[in-house]
């Protein structure tokens, strides 16, 4: 069967070039029932980064202190703060990561059942017109990179830019000459950054569609197998299967070429700092500008920055990708059914009751709802037909007039209909 053509490079690229945050910022409501443990794995990442920053402090003051003095006794209490503090780095971030378990992979959980939820109530026009493949990647590929990115990327990122922060500023408040030093490597990696963004989000965008065309290519050629060996176009089928896996790979290939250039990069800026930190700190030494628990200090600072630089790249990466995944996502339960409202057939509203009866669980609300409250109370304004409930507040009469439900075993209610019937 041949499927509609997909929207050509100019357009997807015109498409990719609009895409921003915008797609990813509205995904944010199926976080909302994981707050708690959102604010404890962020408490516990706080605080992991100013224990990493006060153990070199604790050095500086060994070395300056019972070390260059002879005082053993001075030397204990302060052995056993630094040890204290990296047991307590270890264990929040074993709290971080533990506390972000549940989250996320709940966080994936819900978009995929509200996007097959949402494909089932789209008609079959709808379907005619996509590609099966590409509808597979929104709902596998493209909902995983979410996930890593708004479980672990988001995180890490705010994480790294608040430990650059503020390791610069201890180190320009321990020797500025140094601290000036490692601020200004900072800005070729920020410009580099912006210009990586803006051509990477663009090639990622390709891969990611390509590999939907491949997917519909293989899923189309497998469930029409049959029809394939009858009229013996096996090496037709073969032949598209691999020029679509060869453009993957030539795209592939450009995305990888345009990554490891950049990453080298970040790869090389801490590193040559570090070089030139080492130098200008002994010659500082030498000169008695500067002591040696202070230069041992401030190295072990600039090493901590090492890993936040270069994952940065990774990070920005990972963050493009899932702007351009959200954009694919959305753009799916964005979809208007052709049909909205109406009332059930008395099998399906059977169903629907008593897949909410008492004691069992009950499936998400789908439909217009109140943005203001939650359900759909005809109140405020509407909000998406997709997307996790709010607090609920219901407006509950006494008997649905469509069906005559009770309202204390019905789902959320509207102003005429239960939400069953609805």
């Excluded at 030093?181 to 912006?194: C, D, G, I, N, R």
């Excluded at 990774?314 to 052709?338: C, F, H, N, W």
């Excluded at 217009?368 to 109140?379: L, Y």
Aim: a positive charge; aromatic letters at 8%.
């Amino acid at each position: 069967m041949d499927s509609p053509q997909e929207p050509g490079p100019d357009a997807r690229d015109d498409t990719v070039r609009r895409s921003t945050w915008r797609s990813l910022w509205r995904l944010r409501s199926y976080l909302r029932p994981y707050v708690p443990s959102l604010v404890v794995s962020w408490l516990a990442a706080l605080l992991g980064i100013a224990a990493g920053t006060v153990i070199p402090l604790v050095s500086k003051e060994i070395i300056d202190g019972p070390v260059a003095h002879g005082d053993l006794g001075g030397l204990v209490p302060l052995g056993l703060l630094a040890l204290g503090l990296g047991i307590a780095e270890a264990v929040l971030t074993f709290v971080r990561r533990w506390s972000q378990a549940g989250p996320v992979l709940g966080l994936e959980t819900a978009i995929r059942d509200d996007l097959y939820r949402h494909l089932q109530r789209l008609p079959m026009s709808f379907h005619d017109g996509w590609q099966s493949g590409q509808l597979l990647s929104r709902a596998t590929t493209d909902l995983s990179t979410i996930r890593r990115f708004l479980g672990f990327g988001v995180l890490f990122l705010i994480m790294n830019i608040l430990q650059l922060t503020a390791v610069t500023v201890v180190l320009l408040r321990m020797y500025w000459p140094l601290g000036l030093l490692v601020a200004v490597s900072a800005v070729p990696v920020v410009v580099l950054s912006l210009r990586f963004e803006r051509r990477y989000i663009v090639i990622s965008r390709q891969v990611q569609d390509q590999q939907g065309d491949l997917a519909t290519l293989v899923e189309e050629s497998a469930v029409g197998i049959r029809t394939v060996k009858a009229f013996g176009r096996r090496e037709h089928v073969f032949a598209n299967f691999a020029a679509a896996a060869r453009e993957i790979r030539r795209t592939s290939l450009a995305k990888v070429r345009l990554a490891s250039r950049f990453f080298t990069f970040l790869e090389v800026v801490p590193n040559v700092t570090l070089a030139l930190v080492l130098l200008l700190g002994a010659i500082a030494v030498g000169a008695g500008a500067l002591t040696l628990g202070t230069l041992v200090a401030f190295t072990t600072l600039v090493l901590q920055l090492v890993w936040p630089v270069a994952s940065l790249g990774y990070i920005l990466a990972m963050g493009q990708e899932a702007m351009t995944s959200a954009d694919r996502v959305v753009e799916v339960l964005d979809t208007v059914p052709a049909i909205s409202g109406g009332r059930p057939s008395s099998s399906a509203r059977a169903a629907t009751y008593a897949s909410r009866a008492p004691g069992s669980a009950s499936p998400a609300p789908t439909g217009r709802c109140c943005a203001t409250c939650g359900w759909r109370c005809g109140r405020g304004r509407p909000s998406p037909s997709w997307g996790p409930p709010g607090r609920a507040r219901r407006r509950s009469p006494r008997s649905c007039p469509a069906c005559s439900t009770s309202p204390r075993a019905a789902s959320p209610w509207t102003g005429t209909t239960c939400g069953t019937c609805r």
